[in-house]
């Protein structure tokens, strides 16, 4: 089991940075894949980033040159850097801990584990 809180979402203006965090208890995090996903208003969960336990990443082509996912194995926290942030960025950043397979790893279906979520608004 592996218990999982996000912080780090807040209210920035276009062109902000901010750097969401993903604290992991129960089990640690390292065998796990620890995902972002986002979901705005209205619209369905969506991929963001994953760091695989080989700590090999993927984005999204959205966010793909803005974002950046890195994980610390040993603070048992996953981190999502994003820049340049755009209003379309506006969502709610769940995280996420599973053992998709690599064809899957963009299928919120495949993870075990989600947080509550942390709010981030754009605005222009």
């Known amino acids: 089991q592996v218990q999982l809180v996000e912080s780090g979402g807040g209210l920035v203006q276009v062109g902000d940075s901010l750097r969401l965090s993903c604290a992991a208890s129960g089990d640690g995090i390292s065998g796990y894949d620890m995902g972002w996903f986002r979901q705005a208003p209205g619209k369905e969960r969506e991929f963001v980033a994953v760091i695989r336990a080989t700590k090999t990443t993927h984005y999204a082509d959205s966010v793909k040159g803005r974002c950046t996912i890195s994980r610390d194995n040993v603070k048992n926290t996953v981190y999502l850097q994003m820049d340049t942030l755009k209003p379309e960025d506006t969502a709610v950043y769940y995280c996420?801990?599973?053992?998709?397979?690599?064809?899957?790893?963009?299928?919120?279906?495949?993870?075990?584990?989600w947080g509550q979520g942390t709010e981030v608004t754009v605005s222009s």
């Open positions: 996420a801990a599973g053992r998709p397979v690599l064809s899957s790893i963009r299928n919120s279906n495949m993870y075990y584990y």
